[in-house]
């Protein structure tokens, strides 16, 4: 399952630049995919899903960031499996299962303890990947803090570890917040829209650019890392400009 987890990585690195270390990906062998017929709800990888259900609607809601994210993920969980439109399938549905249901939360982040419970390392992944979603939005809720505290828990993550990940999200879009602002002028012409775009125009222009600049794309092609940085580093750009696009949309 180390494939799967350095996929993970690489997906974190879709919405965080410059303030955490990347993985390398030279063992990535796309070759060595898994057939999977059973119950994903024993795989670490329809558990991952689950929590993520849980923690995307902590709030009561998901941005389209979040979805954004949970799409990319769906899409690239699966290809790493022979039987990929079926995981994809069951990927989705798990989700819109579990998003609606908060009582096994600690039932399910146990299960996947089960599981990693001899790589300390990867639980902290997954924690750092939750709490990326969590964030994404840059509004880290009392109800978000309050779950991922009850996931970390249940993976036996040691709490200074989880106060310093939260410390480091903080810090990066605090960082993010106090420099300087795109214009609303910058924001069209990085999206390469007019400003007299509708908003199918605007959104197809953006999921244009995504997936142009997508780190995880980038890097399946063997893209040296200083590419991929540059890459990441351009999405949260495209990002930045959509969402200051879309808040001037509805003034």
Request: with cysteine.
């Given at each position: 399952m180390k494939l799967i987890f350095l996929l993970f990585v690489a997906i974190v690195l879709y919405f965080i630049a410059r303030n955490y270390k990347t993985e390398k990906f030279e063992n990535i062998k796309l070759d060595n995919k898994e057939h999977f017929d059973g119950d994903l709800m024993h795989h670490e990888v329809g558990l991952l899903v689950a929590l993520m259900a849980k923690v995307s609607k902590a709030d009561g809601k998901v941005c389209e960031l979040e979805?954004?994210?949970l799409k990319h993920t769906f899409d690239d969980l699966a290809s790493y499996f022979t039987n990929k439109e079926e995981i994809k399938n069951k990927l989705i549905d798990i989700y819109k299962t579990e998003k609606e249901n908060f009582t096994n939360t600690i039932i399910l982040a146990k299960s996947l303890y089960s599981i990693t419970k001899y790589d300390y390392q990867k639980?902290?992944?997954?924690?750092?990947?939750l709490l990326n979603l969590a964030f994404i939005d840059k509004n880290f809720s009392n109800e978000e803090k309050m779950i991922t505290q009850d996931i970390a828990n249940a993976l036996k993550i040691k709490n200074t570890d989880f106060e310093n990940l939260i410390n480091s999200f903080k810090q990066f879009y605090n960082n993010q917040k106090e420099s300087s602002a795109l214009s609303l002028s910058k924001a069209y012409e990085i999206l390469d829209v007019n400003s007299n775009a509708d908003d199918t125009t605007i959104k197809k222009a953006y999921r244009t650019l995504v997936k142009k600049h997508h780190p995880d794309i980038i890097a399946?092609?063997?893209?040296?890392?200083?590419?991929i940085d540059n890459a990441t580093r351009k999405l949260q750009e495209i990002n930045e400009a959509y969402e200051l696009i879309k808040k001037d949309k509805k003034r």
């Amino acid at each position: 399952m180390k494939l799967i987890f350095l996929l993970f990585v690489a997906i974190v690195l879709y919405f965080i630049a410059r303030n955490y270390k990347t993985e390398k990906f030279e063992n990535i062998k796309l070759d060595n995919k898994e057939h999977f017929d059973g119950d994903l709800m024993h795989h670490e990888v329809g558990l991952l899903v689950a929590l993520m259900a849980k923690v995307s609607k902590a709030d009561g809601k998901v941005c389209e960031l979040e979805a954004q994210m949970l799409k990319h993920t769906f899409d690239d969980l699966a290809s790493y499996f022979t039987n990929k439109e079926e995981i994809k399938n069951k990927l989705i549905d798990i989700y819109k299962t579990e998003k609606e249901n908060f009582t096994n939360t600690i039932i399910l982040a146990k299960s996947l303890y089960s599981i990693t419970k001899y790589d300390y390392q990867k639980r902290i992944k997954v924690l750092e990947y939750l709490l990326n979603l969590a964030f994404i939005d840059k509004n880290f809720s009392n109800e978000e803090k309050m779950i991922t505290q009850d996931i970390a828990n249940a993976l036996k993550i040691k709490n200074t570890d989880f106060e310093n990940l939260i410390n480091s999200f903080k810090q990066f879009y605090n960082n993010q917040k106090e420099s300087s602002a795109l214009s609303l002028s910058k924001a069209y012409e990085i999206l390469d829209v007019n400003s007299n775009a509708d908003d199918t125009t605007i959104k197809k222009a953006y999921r244009t650019l995504v997936k142009k600049h997508h780190p995880d794309i980038i890097a399946g092609k063997g893209a040296k890392q200083n590419i991929i940085d540059n890459a990441t580093r351009k999405l949260q750009e495209i990002n930045e400009a959509y969402e200051l696009i879309k808040k001037d949309k509805k003034r």
